[in-house]
């Protein structure tokens, strides 16, 4: 079964600097894998996605992440913070289900803070 | 476009008391539908996921139940709530066919058990 791991269940920022949260996978097939944002109280918003193509995969709101087979890493970045990222960010892998569906498998998630 | 619609936005149920919580999805036909939870510090657990009419795949053995009475309907139930239960419920769509990848979510239950 696939899974993922992100390392840092709190990240704080100063505004304007870098932000990195780290998201490492597992999984015995290609991943097809995921960041999804979550702001308080609401549901989840897809950031962006690797399906196999591009290995640097551009997103919303001026976030990327970078898919490395041989560090199984999918980092998420965003050169200049603002305070409207503020929120919890979430990694994930898409794993078959059966029944001709999949299931996506989440990581515990990262909360970021953005200092002023 | 396609929206995903959930209700209620918020519930406090007691112990013991059952539980219906619906989702609703326009703008598509045939979506694969699922149900995650949300618990404190622990992610996101897929609940049950539905590839169909009266099609329900249950991931974790528990006491909720889910059924799809129409093609863009979901609902997630339980006869008797456990202070377990407690969380943020979240409900998701993807499109069925080739290529489908990306999972919609829903704004989500928050579901307090008293």
């Known amino acids: 079964a696939q899974s993922v791991t992100q390392l840092g269940s709190h990240v704080s920022v100063s505004e304007g600097a870098l932000v990195l949260l780290r998201c490492n996978y597992s999984?015995?097939?290609?991943?097809?894998l995921f960041w999804y944002v979550q702001y308080p109280n609401q549901g989840l918003q897809l950031l962006l996605k690797y399906t196999s193509a591009a290995t640097l995969v551009k997103g919303i709101n001026g976030f990327e992440a970078e898919f490395k087979k041989s560090e199984t890493s999918f980092h998420l970045t965003k050169p200049s913070a603002h305070m409207s990222d503020a929120a919890e960010y979430f990694c994930?892998?898409?794993?078959?289900?059966?029944?001709?569906?999949?299931?996506?498998?989440f990581g515990k998630g990262t909360k970021l803070s953005v200092i002023p | 476009s396609q929206t995903i619609h959930q209700w209620p936005a918020t519930l406090v149920q007691p112990v013991g008391s059952p539980l219906s919580l619906e989702c609703t999805v326009e703008?598509?036909?045939?979506?694969?539908l699922y149900w995650y939870r949300q618990a404190a510090g622990r992610g996101l657990q897929l609940l049950f996921y539905?590839?169909?009419?009266?099609?329900i795949s249950s991931e974790v053995p528990q006491n909720l139940s889910a059924s799809r009475p129409q093609d863009r309907q979901f609902i997630l139930s339980s006869k008797k709530l456990l202070l377990s239960d407690s969380g943020f419920y979240l409900c998701?769509?993807?499109?069925?066919?080739?290529?489908?990848?990306?999972?919609?979510f829903g704004p989500g239950t928050r579901l307090t058990v008293l």
């Open positions: 994930a892998v898409k794993e078959v289900a059966g029944a001709g569906s999949y299931q996506l498998t």
């Open positions: 539905s590839v169909g009419i009266g099609q």
């Open positions: 999984s015995s097939v290609p991943p097809y």
């Open positions: 703008g598509t036909s045939n979506p694969n």
């Open positions: 998701a769509w993807s499109a069925t066919g080739a290529g489908t990848d990306t999972q919609y």
